[in-house]
């Protein structure tokens, strides 16, 4: 679950509201052309073919037009699309930017979340030790 979802289900925000602090989050990202270029590994002229290329075919990603004009491999469209993610705001910042919570608050209900994704990964790691040892007795 992510941390938004999470402070929905605990009526901490509205679904609205999320989907509001979503799309934030979304437009801050930096655009994978841009990111090329500024990475070193498209020029301009190859971010122009391949949006002219995602305009005959308007469904293609930008990554699956730079891979298959040969511009990218898919490790390097990989890797700009983890940069663009790293650059992105983080949720607890909108929600400190939106006037939702202080950032104390906001740090107290990220370390809520966390303990509460340890506590499900602690007990599914038990659900598979315990099928496991059911399946090796049986």
């Known amino acids: 679950m992510i941390f938004g979802m ?4 605990k ?30 590994r498209l020029s301009v002229k190859q971010v ?7 305009c005959d075919d308007s469904v293609q990603m930008f990554g699956e037009a730079a891979v298959g004009l040969g511009y990218l491999t898919e490790q390097e469209v990989a890797m700009l699309v983890y940069e663009q993610t790293r650059r992105a705001a983080t949720m607890s910042d909108l929600l400190a ?4 919570a202080e950032p104390d608050t906001i740090e107290s209900w990220l370390g ?4 509460a994704q340890g506590r499900v990964t602690q007990m599914t790691g ?3 030790a315990a099928a496991a040892a059911t399946a090796v007795i049986s």
């Open 126 to 128: 038990e659900a598979v």
């Open 6 to 9: 999470y402070l929905v289900n």
């Open 112 to 115: 809520e979340y966390r303990e």
């Open 11 to 40: 009526g901490r925000i509205t679904c609205a509201e999320f989907f509001s602090l979503l799309e934030q989050q979304i437009a801050s990202r930096p655009q994978l052309g841009t990111l090329g270029i500024e990475m070193g």
């Open 97 to 100: 930017l939106n006037g939702y």
């Open 48 to 54: 122009f073919q391949i949006l002219r290329t995602q």
